[in-house]
């Protein structure tokens, strides 16, 4: 059959809607300002102590809440006004980034302080996290789907990229703090993108009524749907062992390798650059079937493996590279095959149970990948990580039939 040229892949189809590109813009410099911060903080714990478990600790706390309350987020995501709800969010993360900036600049800059406002921060990110996951499908048509979640998937991928090499330079030049008040300042663009939306263009699926049963509604609905039981099931084992590049990237550079500012930063931009090119790879697609799945997992934990035997910063990079390539491969094609095939009036509380367990997990994934990391070596973590994924792909390509379809079914 002839494909037109309407509905050929392309990455970027979901930007041709003007809610969308305002939504991507938002996104982009808030997440930049993001990874400024995270590159920064990272840097001032690991210069001040060389402590796997001080990086850990403010890694973990950064994502407690989200573990904590993300059902009961997604289930106000299921029955809020979205863009009202991130300006809401994003405008509590502005403030609690500039007070965070103000107190690293006057030189309160010790581990205890930055946890608390690292907790803080996570308490916004809990709410704000499932309802921008789940606005995709809001913003576009169905059939740009899984571009925009791709596209998704590639701002918090790229931003990575450029916020490290912004926060590799401002280290070098002015000093850590300065990437915190940039970080404060991002915010602002989601605030300034969500006023702008074009309300009657958007694809606005039935809410959710208010009751108190709806966080166990959701989840009685993951667990009888195999289409998200499945996805769920492995993203539980892979996000809390490998994916955790934010803990184990800053600490192979500068405990495993000994980097200064530059090759530090260079550490996250490169594990950017392939976490970009895998998002914009995924969003490529015409759809998101399961086989995308299993294969990326493989893929993903073999590349984490070539990381943990790495014997030198310069044979890691292309590897880390590589390992992030596929983990965004992983992470885009879950997250579109969730959103698929879930029922609208669920979506948000599916995206949140995905939230919880692709970022909910990292405080569990954070104290065990430090822990190993300050008894051995970071990259035994990494190599922790890289196995359970690769016992998880094989389970999962020999426990399911994956259909050109994209459907799931029992052997």
Request: proline share 4%; with cysteine.
């Amino acid at each position: 059959m002839r494909i037109s040229r309407r509905d050929r892949p392309a990455p970027f189809r979901a930007l041709r809607v003007r809610n969308y590109r305002l939504f991507f813009t938002g996104q982009v410099l808030s997440v930049i300002g993001t990874w400024t911060q995270n590159t920064a903080v990272a840097w001032i714990v690991l210069h001040q102590s060389d402590s796997s478990l001080s990086l850990g600790l403010i890694v973990a706390l950064q994502f407690t809440p989200l573990l904590v309350f993300g059902a009961w987020a997604g289930a106000i995501a299921d029955r809020s006004d979205k863009p009202t709800m991130l300006q809401f969010t994003n405008g509590a993360a502005a403030v609690i980034a500039l007070a965070t900036a103000v107190a690293v600049s006057s030189g309160h800059q010790s581990t205890p302080l930055l946890a608390v406002m690292a907790l803080l921060g996570g308490c916004a990110n809990a709410f704000e996290t499932p309802t921008r996951s789940s606005m995709a499908a809001e913003l576009v048509p169905p059939a740009d789907l899984p571009s925009a979640v791709g596209l998704n998937g590639a701002i918090m991928t790229s931003s990575r990229l450029v916020g490290a090499a912004i926060a590799g330079l401002l280290i070098g030049t002015i000093g850590a703090s300065a990437c915190l008040y940039v970080n404060a300042v991002s915010f602002l663009a989601v605030v300034i993108a969500m006023q702008r939306l074009r309300r009657s263009e958007l694809f606005t699926v039935g809410r959710a009524a208010a009751g108190k049963a709806q966080i166990r509604q959701g989840v009685r609905y993951a667990l009888h749907e195999r289409e998200v039981r499945l996805p769920l099931a492995a993203l539980a084992v892979i996000g809390t062992l490998a994916l955790n590049q934010q803990l184990t990237t800053p600490l192979l550079a500068r405990i495993t390798f000994g980097s200064g500012p530059t090759m530090f930063a260079a550490f996250g931009s490169v594990s950017g650059a392939g976490a970009l090119l895998g998002a914009l790879t995924a969003a490529s697609r015409r759809n998101a079937g399961a086989a995308l799945i299993g294969r990326a997992a493989l893929l993903f934990g073999l590349a984490a493996t070539g990381v943990a035997v790495a014997p030198r910063a310069e044979m890691a990079l292309p590897l880390l590279a590589l390992t992030s390539f596929f983990a965004s491969m992983y992470v885009a094609a879950t997250n579109t095959r969730l959103q698929h095939v879930a029922d609208p009036a669920f979506r948000a509380r599916v995206v949140a149970l995905y939230a919880i367990l692709f970022l909910g997990s990292t405080p569990v994934g954070a104290i065990i990948v430090s822990a190993i990391s300050e008894v051995a070596t970071p990259q035994v973590a990494v190599g922790v990580g890289g196995a359970a994924t690769i016992v998880t792909g094989l389970v999962l390509m020999r426990a399911t039939r994956f259909g050109d379809d994209g459907t799931i079914n029992a052997n």
